[in-house]
Each structure stands twice: as structure tokens, then as C-alpha cells.
């Protein structure tokens, strides 16, 4: 039981870690950080959130956990804010989904002052970004990487490792560099394939858009989802997502080669192959 | 009302004709062609076939409706079987997914024995591809196309259009060359990226694939579809498919341009247009 549970950023994540904290009544009080009051006051008047602010500062000192939940290049600038108000006992993470940036900001400022900091990435969420779509159970089922670095204490994997856990998430560890290539693969060049899908029938066909089935409709899905947060996503992983774009590029001209070479057997082989590795995923 | 209706194929498409027919009380009789009767068993045991046969001329033979549901190549070699069976009276259509080469082989055919065919493309279906997941209601809400030709009597048209009507489809009408465009841009693209993203997680990091979440499921799942119908599709429609990759190869660079120039501008712009084209579908 925290006394105190702050989460900075009052979005699609943050809002469910606040509401499903709430609902595990894993903390006496929750607060809300976030610009603009107005837009924070809902999340108050539901329940949610026992108090809401505008001051970083305020919302984070006394918390037994900070939670920063806004987009990655916003997370990075407020690590030393953070890192000021927290002080050394305050355990700090982040739901930032590239981590070798925030674990290094994370780790400069942990060489200044005291910063019990780790960083973690909750896969979850959709391609919607705001409160309204938050809910107590979003981090049910899924995973969450945790990214601790060398110098990271035990006592902050362990504290925050057991928040996610007891929000019903499957723990993955990893370091951060390897956490961002994972990403790159399976959730970056998805998101870029999926866009890149959606633009190629605008230049191609934009007619064809009203013959849309489930299958254009699911593989595209994830394209409908926030631009400033997924520029931000791919500008912060540039370089894993050029590796895993390389590799999208060695496939996408294997099938092209079999198609256009008319190699039935060969274009076969490849699906079968490609389908037995899908099927494997659950 | 039809005194009798044929399927020719009897898995996902051909059994949920079938049983979409059967549950609307559409015809009277219900006749089932396959290679293997005791494949086709279950469907006549489970009271959506009233006859099987593996004779394709005696299944035929007498229908006032018959649909061909074979894979497109399967269907492009059983049109003049077809057409001798059926005569002029007997009205023929198909499922295939891709139109050309199939309505031009059986305007081959009607040029040497009478022959009511009309092409259709149902676009409905999953990565399943068996009787065991056919649906009556398959068709309810889904788009089907009819692809007449320049020859194609109206009657026939009118009759196709009907029965996918009355089986709760939305009907499209426009030439096979049409089809066969807007379909590579909306169905075949689609499947062919997810493929090549599944083969570039497996390229890149393979390991990543322990952390897929919904986004990449939803994105590859139609990559889990059957290799062999896959393979036909693909080299059926070879042309179009390799256009709308030239297509997907322009959208890809431009955005990895962006990327790795690092110009933020740029991508939000562009992740912006994209998203709002992909909430345009509904």
C-alpha cells in the first residue's frame, strides 16, 4: 500500500495506472500532474484522482512513486524537475515507450543529486491517447518492460516491478538498448508499416479506400493513432527503427522477386514459412 | 427462390454460400462438388448440403445457380467443364479474389458454347480457410463486387446481384481490370506487408516477438492465411500487386526520408494526413 502515488501526464496510460491503482486500492492518495487543470479536473470528479496540479514540483514531492506518463521528449525534460522534488527516497519510473534516451537523461542526473529512478514500458495502450479511453484493467494480461540500468538500485526494480505486477502485468527485464531494438521490431516498424500501408493505397488507388475489409482494416488499425506521439516514438528510436527498416526492405524485395519472377515455389515456401512464425504468436 | 444451387468448393467461401443460402431458405436443393466425399461428409451431415459429388458435370447439371469456390486458378481451369455442364440456362458465378483471368477465360469459353457467368468477389473471408469456419451470416454487412463484362447479359448480372442481396452483402459493380487494381491496393498489399513484417521481425530479432502486444497481432494476423490460396492471388494479379508495391516502396521512404533526416516537421505532417485518411474508414 502506497501512501502517496503520483502520475505525471493524465493520459490513456498514466489515466489507467491512476484508475487501476483506484481499483486495487493500491494507494491512500493519487495525484495528478499535468498542464492544464481544466482537463485534469474530469479525472478528479470521477474519482480517480484525490487531487490535481499544474506544478511538477508539488504533485511530486512526498510521493512514495512517481509515474511519468507523458510522451518521451516531455518525460526526458522533466527528469531533473523530478529528480529535484523526489529526493532520494521517492521511487520515480516512466511508461515512455524508447528507453535508451530516458535511462541516459536518467542516469546524468542520478550523477548530481540522489534519483531512484527505473524506467519501464508497458505494452498496452491503442491507438487512442487520451483519458476518456483510460481504464483499470488495461495493464491486465499485458507486459511491461523493465529497464534497469547498472547503477540502478535493487530496491527500485523490486518496488516497481511488484506496482505492475500487482496491476496484473507479466514482468520482462531487459537493458534499455536491447528493449529498444525489441520495440523497434515489434512495435515501431509496425506502427511505420501500418502508415506506410495506408499511404500506399492514397497514392496507388485512393478509390479503393471504400472497398476496405477486415483485413486492410485491422493491418492499418495502429495508423490512426496519435502523430505527435509516434513522431517523437520513431525520432527518439531513429536508429533501431532504420536497422528494422532494413530488414522490412529485405523482405518486402524476397516476395517482390518471387512475384515478379512468377516463382510459385518459392513465393509458397516463404508464406508457409512466414505463416507457421505468425501462428506462433499468440 | 432457387430450385437448385450448386457450390463448387466447398470450404470457408463455398460452405458459408451454403449455409447462408440454406439459412435464407434461398433453394430447394443444395448440391455440394469437392475432390474428397468425405471431406465434403460433414457438411451434408450437418444439414447444409442435401448432395455430394465429386463429379463436377453431375453436380452441375441442371442448377439454376452455380458458385465457384476453388481457389482462382482451380476456377479458371473448371470453366469450360462448367460451362458444358451447365448450358446456356444455368447461371455461374465465382468467389475468386482476383477477376481478370477468370473473366477472360470464360469469355474464352463463351465464345465457343453458350455461358451465363458473371465473376464475383465476396470481400469477406479471415485467415481461416475451411468448411469448419463457414458462416451463414458471412456475408451480412461484407462488399461484394460483380465484375460484368462488355458481353455480359443483363439477366445475369441481375441474377448474381440478387443472391449476394439477399444473402445481406453490399454490392459493387465495375470491370475485372478495375477490381483487380483497387483489390491489390485494399487486400493484397495488405496481406503481402504483413507478411514481410512478420519475416523482418524474424530478420531483425526474432526475440521481439516474445513482446508482441496488440498492435503487431492485429497488423500480421492476416499473415497467418493459407500459403498456397495466398500464392495463387498473388501471382493471379501480378501486375497490379507489383504497382501498388511501387507504391508501398515510395510511402516507405518517404517516411524513413524523415526518419533519418530527423525532420520532425515532416513526419508529424505526414503521420497527421495518414491518420486522418485511415479514420476515414470506417
Known amino acids: 500500500m502506497l501512501q502517496r502515488l503520483t502520475v505525471v501526464g493524465v493520459g490513456l496510460l498514466g489515466g489507467s495506472v491512476a484508475k487501476a491503482a483506484r481499483a486495487e486500492g493500491l494507494a491512500r492518495e493519487v495525484i495528478g500532474v499535468g ?34 506518463a507523458g510522451p518521451v521528449a516531455t518525460i526526458e525534460r522533466q527528469l531533473d524537475a523530478v529528480a529535484a522534488a523526489a529526493g532520494g527516497e521517492t521511487v520515480v519510473t516512466d511508461v515512455g515507450s524508447t528507453k535508451a534516451g530516458i535511462v541516459a537523461a536518467a542516469a546524468r542526473v542520478a550523477r548530481t543529486r540522489p534519483f531512484a529512478f527505473v524506467g519501464s514500458h508497458p505494452m498496452a495502450g491503442s491507438e487512442k491517447s487520451g483519458y476518456a479511453d483510460a481504464r483499470a484493467d488495461l495493464f491486465r494480461g499485458a507486459t511491461v518492460v523493465v529497464t534497469p540500468a547498472e547503477t540502478t538500485e535493487v530496491r527500485v526494480v523490486k518496488s516497481v516491478s511488484a506496482f505492475w505486477e500487482s496491476l496484473g502485468a507479466r514482468l520482462v527485464t531487459m537493458d534499455a538498448a536491447a528493449h529498444d531494438r525489441a520495440v523497434a521490431a515489434i512495435s515501431h516498424l509496425p506502427h511505420l508499416v501500418a502508415c506506410a500501408l495506408v499511404d500506399a493505397v492514397l497514392r496507388f488507388e485512393p478509390a479503393a479506400l471504400g472497398l476496405a475489409a477486415r483485413g486492410f482494416r485491422d493491418t492499418t488499425r495502429i495508423a490512426a493513432g496519435d502523430p505527435v506521439m509516434w513522431r517523437d516514438v520513431f525520432l527518439a528510436n531513429r536508429d533501431a527503427i532504420l536497422g528494422a527498416l532494413d530488414a522490412l526492405d529485405a523482405a518486402v524485395a524476397e516476395l517482390r522477386g518471387e512475384i515478379e519472377g512468377r516463382d510459385g515455389a518459392a513465393l509458397e515456401s516463404a508464406l508457409a514459412r512466414i505463416a507457421v512464425a505468425r501462428r506462433s504468436v499468440s
Chains 1, 2 share one sequence.
Open 35 to 68: 498542464r492544464d487543470l481544466a482537463r485534469l479536473d474530469g479525472a478528479r470528479q470521477d474519482g480517480t484522482l484525490d487531487r490535481i496540479t499544474t506544478d511538477l514540483a508539488d504533485g511530486v514531492r512526498g510521493a512514495d512513486l512517481v509515474v511519468l
